[in-house]
């Protein structure tokens, strides 16, 4: 907003000289705040030309009889006029006049809206009367804040304002008797932030336009009926100290549709309440501050226009039979933070459509044969933050949300969700304490996988915080629409593409966020083109062992990253071992992931430590300096699903290869430094053989026989550095060289 002083300030310094010698001055004129400055008193201006809105502020008790006169001062136009902390005028001159030297009289009725803000401490003793407020024969808008010290009880004073529609009573101020009866175009009255604890009958009465009353934040302890306000629709009672409501308080409002009376102290609603109130549409009463509300029976009943209940922290421990009965509109009702253990069977039977608020209570179990019978038509029920250890909602055949976190849930029957597999799009199970195992056996200690197959329509589901250890291979054929999973906060260990059901165009969220993962798996050759997969597959906070981790699974994450310069596992970094912690796997070199096998896999000799290399699917067998006299059995890789073997012997005290066990000849490379060999028989080593390292040792000639290997078979690689070898001219290595 462009905001500035009108053209005629243009001079830095202003000056006028009086008979009594007094001089005033305007400075900082080119800005859009100003200073007038007199003896003994100061004046700040804030002026906005776009919205013609001025300012007026006094740091002290001024003179505005000082200003008058003052050459060039200029004369605003406005709309909106603040008059803050600043005194009411006196000797039964108005507004208006007293602000006469920079506010045009000629233009006053253009003024619609006025702030009369913190003007008690420079207007002691100063009685109200009409003259204040001459000359505003247009103003539509009132606001009186924080006038403690002065009355506001002359039935004339606003007599002068024919067309106000809106005043606002804000702070302490007091206001009584017939003050408003003048203001027959009234339309919204406030009156909130007040010392007032009890509303004078004949305040509010004679206002025939009277549609919005707002008397919240106040100290009200008893309301008595109200005079008939035949156009009242809305009512705002809350933050108050009420205790009790006599039946007929309302019923002289015919058209109210809107109450609300949170935050007071009531005890009981009565049953003739809201007899007179046929047009009521939403009821608000949250934040009782007592011992229990007390509702009582039929306080809602044949409330035909009814749509919004709103009973939240309320200590309700018990609902009437009927409440709501023929509420044919109600579409949302709150009885959250209660202290509710069941519902009546008959509670939403005339209703459709209805979002239900049922969480923070105490219930320990939904049974649909006892509970909400003929609520076939709520289409959102929370049940959070309850004690519910099963769940059963057969009845519920248009439920679309339907939120059970943080209960006791370790048993879902496998139907439990049969009714809304046409309508259920969200479900929250979080932080319960489900398992979620393959077997259809109902509930029996645990809960199946197989219950969510129903589900066609899910779009949503959170599994996150509980005891879930593993995923249904089958999960992935589930639920065709569904677009995100939350998995994390789980006890889950491992998992791999065939998990998930990627399968789905539309998922593009999987959440496994701290969880148990130390293997992640993914095979290249059953994954699917990069744009088939989730947008994000969230594993952070996993004790990812890069010891082990997939071959297939970097390479993957590598392949995505050129294809897309993004990852979608995002967080995945490794736990361990110390010298790749904090690592992203996609940064890591594919042939220097090793995945230890322990002796129990009946693979490993008893001597040495055995690994796995995913990248090319070696088994690698580590004797290294491990006083080997003989070669170990070697047994066939296929064990720990291996193609070949990467065989260690170095520094040891072998002096023969002489070995026939199954696993000998798919021994690819061979390393037997570092030890005592004076003869090498070509015959002796393994059939498959690429790499040979047999430097270091005592070898002086090699024989026909590897030479022949050298020749015609794989073995393309050999060192033989750092043995006494004999060179002369028959020996055939050097031909062979």
Not at 574 to 593: F, I, K, M, V, Y
Request: proline content about 5%.
């Amino acid at each position: 907003m462009f905001i500035s002083w009108i053209h005629c300030l243009n001079l830095v310094v202003f000056m006028a000289a009086y008979a009594n010698g007094n001089t005033c001055t305007v400075s900082n004129p080119s800005s859009w705040e100003a200073i007038i400055e007199c003896p003994n008193f100061n004046v700040n201006l804030t002026y906005d030309e776009d919205d013609n809105y001025l300012e007026v502020i006094c740091p002290n008790m001024p003179n505005f009889e000082l200003l008058r006169g003052l050459p060039d001062l200029p004369s605003f136009t406005v709309n909106e006029l603040v008059y803050r902390n600043c005194p009411l005028p006196v000797n039964n001159h108005s507004l208006i006049e007293l602000l006469s030297a920079f506010v045009n009289r000629s233009n006053q009725s253009y003024i619609n809206k006025l702030f009369l803000i913190d003007n008690a401490e420079l207007s002691e003793d100063i009685t109200l009367d009409p003259q204040l407020f001459a000359g505003l024969f247009n103003l539509q808008f009132l606001l009186i804040q924080n006038l403690a010290d002065i009355s506001f009880d002359n039935p004339l004073l606003f007599r002068h304002l024919p067309q106000l529609k809106k005043i606002k009573f804000h702070g302490r101020n007091r206001v009584s008797g017939t003050i408003l009866q003048q203001l027959k175009q009234l339309k919204e009255l406030y009156m909130h932030d007040s010392d007032m604890n009890k509303l004078p009958k004949e305040l509010v009465s004679n206002l025939p336009k009277l549609e919005t009353l707002y008397l919240d934040k106040n100290k009200l302890k008893h309301v008595s009926q109200f005079t008939t306000l035949p156009n009242l629709t809305y009512l705002n009672i809350s933050s108050n100290q009420l205790v009790k409501l006599q039946e007929n308080v309302f019923s002289r409002l015919p058209k109210l549709k809107i109450l609300d009376l949170s935050s007071n102290k009531l005890k009981r609603l009565a049953t003739d309440l809201f007899m007179e109130n046929n047009h009521l549409e939403v009821f608000k009463a949250d934040d009782q501050k007592c011992s229990e509300l007390v509702l009582e029976k039929n306080v809602f009943t044949e409330q035909k226009f009814l749509k919004e209940v709103s009973l939240s922290n309320c200590k309700i421990t018990e609902l009437p039979e009927g409440i709501f009965q023929h509420c044919l509109q109600l579409i949302k009702v709150d009885l959250s933070h209660n202290k509710l253990q069941s519902l009546p069977e008959d509670l939403l039977s005339d209703s459709f459509a209805v979002e239900l608020y049922l969480q923070h209570n105490e219930f320990i179990n939904m049974q649909p044969e006892s509970q909400l019978l003929g609520a076939n038509d709520v289409c959102f029920l929370d049940l959070s933050h309850n004690k519910i250890t099963t769940q059963l909602l057969k009845s519920f055949s248009s439920l679309k949300q339907l939120q059970l976190h943080n209960n006791q849930l370790y048993m879902i029957d496998v139907d439990a969700f049969k009714s809304q597999s046409q309508s259920l799009i969200s479900l929250n199970l979080s932080h319960n304490r489900l398992t979620l195992h393959e077997n259809n056996d109902r509930m029996i200690n645990s809960t199946s996988w197989i219950l969510f197959r129903p589900l066609i329509k899910l779009a949503h589901l959170d599994l996150s915080y509980n005891e879930i250890t593993n995923i249904f291979d089958h999960f992935k054929n589930f639920m065709d629409n569904l677009q995100s999973l939350d998995l994390s906060h789980n006890c889950i260990t491992h998992i791999s593409y065939t998990d998930f059901p990627f399968l789905s165009s539309k998922i593009n969220l999987v959440n496994l966020e701290s969880n148990k993962i130390t293997h992640p798996d993914f095979d290249l050759r059953s994954i699917e083109p990069l744009h088939r997969l989730p947008n994000e597959i969230l594993l952070a906070d996993n004790p990812l062992n890069c010891d082990c981790i997939s071959s297939s699974l970097v390479t993957y994450l590598q392949a995505h990253l050129n294809a897309t310069k993004s990852t979608p596992l995002k967080g995945l970094q490794c736990a361990q071992p110390p010298a790749l912690s904090g690592r992203l796997p996609q940064t890591l070199r594919a042939e220097d992931l090793l995945c230890e096998k322990e002796t129990l896999f009946g693979f490993c000799p008893i001597e040495c430590k055995c690994y796995k290399r995913p990248v090319d699917q070696a088994a690698i067998i580590n004797c290294t300096a491990v006083n080997l006299t003989r070669v170990p059995v070697i047994k066939s890789p296929s064990i720990i699903k291996c193609s070949f073997i990467e065989l260690h012997m170095e520094q040891n005290k072998l002096n023969a290869l002489s070995n026939g066990s199954e696993g000998w000849n798919t021994v690819r490379r061979l390393y037997i430094s570092n030890n005592s060999f004076t003869t090498l028989p070509g015959d002796r080593l393994p059939g498959q053989l690429e790499l040979l390292d047999v430097s270091g040792n005592q070898l002086t000639e090699v024989d026909a026989a590897l030479l022949l290997k050298l020749n015609h078979t794989a073995l393309r690689n050999i060192s033989l550095s750092a043995n006494p070898w004999d060179c002369h001219c028959e020996n055939p290595l050097l031909a062979f060289a």
